[in-house]
């Protein structure tokens, strides 16, 4: 049995398979940093779970995809969501832009990561575009310790606006191969300026129509 263990963790290892847990009702656990995220969804409602591993604190959010309410703990919190998309894509020099716009309220770095991923829209298009809970968790700690260090440090507190978007291009090549492209994180906190992170471009795949509004 003890050989049965070994070769199956020299095996992850070697794929670097991601050691995260799959529960019931699609519920995914990652840790990162300081922070484990439990993310569950049913048809009406999306939940993430944000548990401090040093303090074992534990926040919870809810967004109702029905009304778009969004609550910590049992609060209501402000919410705003739109989102253009493409009717199709283009060449890459003509690539068809999406953006996924959002305004929450920050408590902590590690709440506000949960609070943007448990909003449908937002987490649907992340997902889509292949950027994992792990990059974009990193995509929002970087934004955050820009601002948080320096001269911009008094626009973080507990309560301030954030706003932010997240983006991509959809491309298309003569080959027909598709991707999403120039995939990104923008936010700001209260009047601060824009801060973005890049998560680069998405592999090419094969596909005659990606995306279409009339899908």
């Known amino acids: 049995m003890k050989k049965i263990i070994m070769i199956?963790?020299?095996?992850?290892?070697?794929?670097?398979?991601?050691?995260?847990?799959?529960?019931?009702?699609n519920t995914v656990e990652q840790i990162l940093d300081n922070y484990t995220y439990e993310i569950f969804e049913n048809d009406e409602k999306r939940f993430?779970?944000?548990?401090n591993k040093e303090t074992?604190?534990?926040?919870?959010i809810i967004y109702d995809k029905t009304t778009g309410v969004l609550t910590i703990n049992g609060e209501v919190q402000d919410c705003v969501v739109t989102t253009t998309q493409p009717n199709g894509a283009r060449s890459v020099s003509n690539a068809a832009t999406c953006k996924t716009n959002f305004t929450v309220d920050f408590?902590?770095?590690g709440v506000l990561a949960g609070t943007i991923l448990a909003i449908a829209a937002v987490s649907a298009t992340v997902s889509a575009c292949g950027v994992s809970v792990a990059a974009f968790k990193t995509a929002v700690s970087d934004i955050h310790r820009r601002y948080a260090t320096g001269k911009l440090a008094s626009k973080v507190f507990s309560g301030a606006k954030v706003k932010g978007y997240f983006k991509y291009t959809l491309q298309r090549n003569s080959n027909g191969t598709s991707r999403y492209g120039n995939r990104s994180l923008t936010m700001k906190f209260g009047s601060g300026p824009n801060k973005s992170y890049s998560f680069g471009n998405g592999g090419w795949w094969s596909s005659t129509k990606p995306y279409s509004m009339d899908d």
């Not at 199956?8 to 009702?25: K, T």
């Not at 074992?56 to 919870?60: G, T």
């Open 107 to 109: 408590q902590t770095v």
């Open 56 to 60: 074992k604190h534990v926040d919870y």
């Open 8 to 25: 199956v963790l020299s095996l992850l290892m070697i794929l670097n398979v991601p050691m995260s847990r799959v529960h019931a009702d």
């Open 48 to 51: 993430v779970d944000v548990i």
